[in-house]
């Protein structure tokens, strides 16, 4: 059994993507983010850096507890728990762990400060918001041209990279129009190939039900 603590940002939907995706058996466990319950020792004690999500794999290696954080590092982890999602030959591995990489340093952090500067900030940041609407933009242009060559992030096969991604890439259109359709089409048909999926349908049922338990972002407080 894996613990998974999180609330339902798109960081902690990867590892409910990849949970269902790989049929292990899991347990989610509310984290109010949003009430500082990320900062409570007992938590601490999981993640020092007091972010979600977390893990805790009581059948860790060795058949011992094991917990770990950082979404990327979870996915990996699960990939080598279970020999599935990351390819075995060495060059199509780290072309799956690269574009998982860009989600990781660019679409996260840009999504990211995006969202704080459209939803938290204070008014006057018209340039920050500018600044990261075409940062956003600019890794989506990345996520096109890579789809316009192959069928998934990671190469020929659906994989870790796109479980990384499609829950910030999901959120496109609700937060640039529909424009994003016309702008990137590969993008858009990835986004729905993969949102068709039965497990990732699971998974976002999961990520509601966790949702009912945390206070609702549209409630949290700048």
């Known amino acids: 059994m894996i613990d998974l603590y999180g609330m339902g940002s798109p960081n902690v939907v990867k590892i409910f993507l990849a949970l269902e995706e790989m049929g292990l058996p899991y347990k989610a466990i509310p984290v109010d983010v949003f009430s500082g319950a990320q900062f409570d020792p007992e938590f601490i004690k999981l993640n020092p850096s007091a972010k979600v999500p977390v893990i805790v794999d009581h059948e860790g290696p060795g058949g011992r507890p094991y917990t770990v954080f950082e979404s990327g590092a979870i996915l990996l982890y699960l990939a080598d728990k279970t020999g599935r999602f990351l390819p075995s ?17 660019g679409v996260g952090p840009m999504f990211g ?26 890794v989506l242009d990345v996520l096109e041209q890579r789809l316009n060559d192959m069928p998934y992030l990671g190469g020929s096969e659906y994989g870790v990279a796109d479980m990384a991604t499609f829950p910030w890439a999901r959120n496109t259109g609700p937060l640039l129009g529909k424009q994003v359709e016309a702008d990137y089409p ?30 609702a972002f549209n409630k949290a407080k700048p």
């Open 113 to 138: 400060q995006f969202v704080h500067f459209m939803r938290f900030a204070p008014p006057g940041n018209d340039y920050a918001l500018s600044r990261y609407r075409t940062q956003v933009r600019r």
């Open 186 to 215: 590969k993008l858009m048909a990835w986004v729905a190939d993969i949102a068709a999926r039965p497990a990732v349908v699971k998974a976002l049922t999961a990520v509601d039900a966790l949702r009912e338990k945390t206070t």
């Open 89 to 105: 030959d060495p060059r199509a591995r780290f072309d799956a762990i690269q574009w998982m990489m860009v989600q990781m340093t």
